[in-house]
């Protein structure tokens, strides 16, 4: 007759429980069981494991599929995201290209500018030592 009985560790295995949750399913009395009178342990009745786990398959396999359907739904976000996010790094990579472009040639043009300025600068001073006689008539 112990063949008919599964302890709370057959049970939880079969289950895929903790045995503690066994225990809280008998104590509240979601799972049919008794304890054995001779040691005072739990005896669950092979039927009632049996027919629980039937009865959590199709809620189990309604729910991978579901969950199977969200992480899809999610991975393909994630995808338009990454797709977004590479393209917005493109666009900031060209622009930065492009600044550093911009810059570097703002840059020659500042160069030359002060090169003239100076040039001009020299001249404006050699002018300025010359006498007011040989600035006026250019000699």
């Given at each position: ?122 001249e404006l001073r050699a ?10 008539f250019g000699g």
């Amino acid at each position: 007759m112990e063949a008919d009985f599964y302890t709370t560790g057959e049970a939880a295995r079969i289950l895929r429980v903790s045995e503690s949750r066994v225990r809280q399913l008998l104590l509240a009395g979601e799972l049919e069981g008794g304890r054995d009178p001779e040691t005072d342990r739990w005896r669950i009745p092979q039927r009632v494991v049996h027919a629980r786990v039937e009865e959590r398959r199709p809620r189990e396999a309604a729910r991978s599929l579901a969950e199977a359907r969200e992480y899809e739904s999610r991975i393909e976000e994630l995808n338009r995201d990454l797709g977004r996010l590479e393209g917005r790094l493109e666009l900031t990579a060209v622009t930065e290209s492009t600044l550093r472009e911009s810059l570097d040639r703002e840059r020659e043009r500042a160069d030359r500018l002060e090169e003239e300025l100076r040039t001009e600068r020299e001249e404006l001073r050699a002018e300025r030592g010359k006498g007011f006689w040989a600035r006026l008539f250019g000699g």
